[in-house]
């Protein structure tokens, strides 16, 4: 929570606002407008007689966010005079340049929502520097600086804007950040959702309504037309974004901890994202779009995302008088079933070389590890790759460095990182530090278990392809429904992509013969199925027996199907906690539709204008006619029929349910 003088601060810099617009009749005050290259958002920046920036933000006509603030107030400084400058920028900074820029490119992601991504924005930039007769104002060091420099950068897209803050190279500004004064105050009571770590979503609820902190994404729903969302990009340094507002109010601050300015640094985006559907959120790129490309001779041609089987559910599954157990046995069925139907990975889990907690098991020579070699060959032989499960202790009590460098050399796929330790500032680094390693060693990495959330690396680090920013719904019985998933596809999503574990197919009443939470999932077969689509995620990670998918052949062929990268996706329809229509289109050229739905049974309507002109041969898969989340699980029917970009699907999705469609060119 911010403390009184924060907020002091906040509600002065409003105030000020007020008073310099209310007075704007005898004094101008600076002001300055960005807009989208569509020319239907308008983000303004405006400069108050006393010299506190704030910015608003207007889409399609319409004000969503009014005056906020900007910027940072500074922790006290004992070495100033009594006049020393708590915020920067203040009446002591004066905008000496504001640039403006056009970029219309294109992103051609290794792997992603789509194969082309355009680039478009206009960026502003407003240089400030701090006034010549204040320079001993700020600080010690910055006595006799001739350049004390700080920079306001903002983009505006069509489908939402960004803004930072940076302290270019050579600047004299070091100084230690009490707060960020950041803050979003929205033009009506909206609703909102917000990520809630491994529980359901907070949400819907007014924003009057919030009290205390909330974590990221923060989804809204201004009007029938009009959605938002709250995220970070390109987070460097500091903590990761955590957000804090008072019962009452639309306001909405940052409340991540302090972090100091320096020459070179630059301030994580602080995005607004827009759409007219909740689905033109969740199929955004401007979160990746602000990060950086990888740097200039990086070679990530070897990462190759797909669907990955995973042997941590199998452990203890039945089968005609054969046992699945997490060893070399059912590993090789399952790296010979994953061959078979395309799937690229088997994901190893915990405890493979010794009791993941245990401060002894050796991440390189404990316990199973010579099997582990063998079937990494194994599995290169068959085209399918091995993923490794990594413990934060094992991580930590062996040299990281020497651990991934020989996963790399045995030739694994990946490594999923579990339980990582560390305050948020601290896990972020790690999880930095763990990237570029795994990169190093050209391995895919997955972060499960409390990670930080996703602020677009996938651009600048695309081995990096899922992680559990999510409660993975086989875990979570107890707060994981049918609304769960159609939330937080609208909310977690939205950050990038996800590890949810979807596509258990032994849905039958009663406990299962699992090891591991042998509780009932509460969806139907359909449904897992065209979860696994929904979801974005560069490992979709399915935790099923390969005999249990071979039940439902029209099933197992969609999930064959998904083949990545994708060349385009789109969301065609939904709304948040009630359903979800998507759309992938297949490297292969086949296109994918994936429907679900809440508790409630409903009939959907889905046109086909995203095909291109021709006959094309749709295989439907929906909910049998008795088929129910809770009482009927494992019903389903199947249908065949020829269509083209002019017809209309009519789905039936059964309470909780599901459809899948494959669409191929005749």
Known sequence: ?????????????????????????????????????????????????????????????????????????????????????????????????????????????????????????????????????????????????????????????NDGVAFRYEVPDGSQLKETVGSELTAYCFAGDYTAWFYNGELHNIGPERLTETSGERLPVMTIKADNKAYLAVHEACLGEGEPLRLHSVKGEQVFTVASKPQTLHPGYQSAWRVLLYGRTPGALIDSHLIELLNPDPEPGTDFSWVQPGVCLWDWRIDGALWDGYKYTMSYPSWIRMIDFAAENGFKHLVLDANWYGPEFDQSSDPVKGDKARDVQNLIKYGKEKGVGVWLYLNDVGGRNYPIEQTLEQYGRWGAAGVKYG????????????????????????????????????????????????????????????????????????????????????????????????????????????????????????????????????KYPALLRFLSAQQMPWKASQTLAGEIGSHIVMMRQAKDGAYLIGAATNEEARTLEVPLTFLPRGSFTAEIVQDGPDGHYLTNRETCTVSTQTVNKKDVLTLSLAAGGGACVRITRQ
């Open 1 to 157: 929570m911010k403390n009184l003088s924060t907020r002091f601060i906040l509600m002065a810099v409003l105030l000020a606002t007020v008073f310099s617009t209310s007075a704007s009749t005898t004094k101008s005050t600076p002001s300055y407008t960005l807009t989208s290259p569509d020319k239907q958002l308008r983000l303004t920046l405006n400069q108050s007689a006393n010299g506190h920036f704030t910015y608003s933000l207007t889409a399609d006509g319409v004000v969503l966010i009014e005056a906020s603030p900007l910027g940072y107030q500074l922790a006290p400084n004992t070495t100033a005079t009594s006049e020393a400058v708590v915020t920067v920028p203040s009446r002591d900074w004066e905008v000496v340049k504001a640039e403006q820029k056009k970029v219309n490119t294109v992103w051609k992601p290794v792997w992603g929502k789509r194969s082309v991504v355009p680039n478009r924005y206009q960026e502003l930039t407003l240089r400030l520097r701090l006034k010549g007769a204040s320079h001993a104002t700020v600080g010690a060091a910055d006595k006799g600086a001739t350049s004390t420099t700080f920079f306001l950068v903002a983009r505006a897209y």
């Open 419 to 550: 339980f990582m330790n560390g305050n948020p500032a601290e896990k972020q680094q790690t999880t930095q530090k763990i990237t570029r390693l795994c990169a190093q060693n050209k391995l895919l990495v997955n972060y499960h278990d409390g990670p930080v959330h996703p602020y677009g690396q996938l651009r600048t680090w695309p081995n990096a392809v899922t992680r559990e920013y999510c409660k993975a719904q086989l875990d979570g019985h107890q707060i994981f429904h049918p609304k769960t998933f159609v939330t937080s596809v609208f909310v977690n999503m939205v950050a990038g992509p996800l590890d949810m574990n979807n596509g258990m197919f032994d849905l039958r009443q009663g406990r299962t013969t699992r090891v591991d939470n042998n509780q009932e999932v509460p969806s139907t077969v359909v449904s897992e199925a065209a979860r696994t689509l929904i979801v974005f995620s560069g490992a979709t990670i399915i935790p099923d027996i390969p005999e249990y998918y071979q």
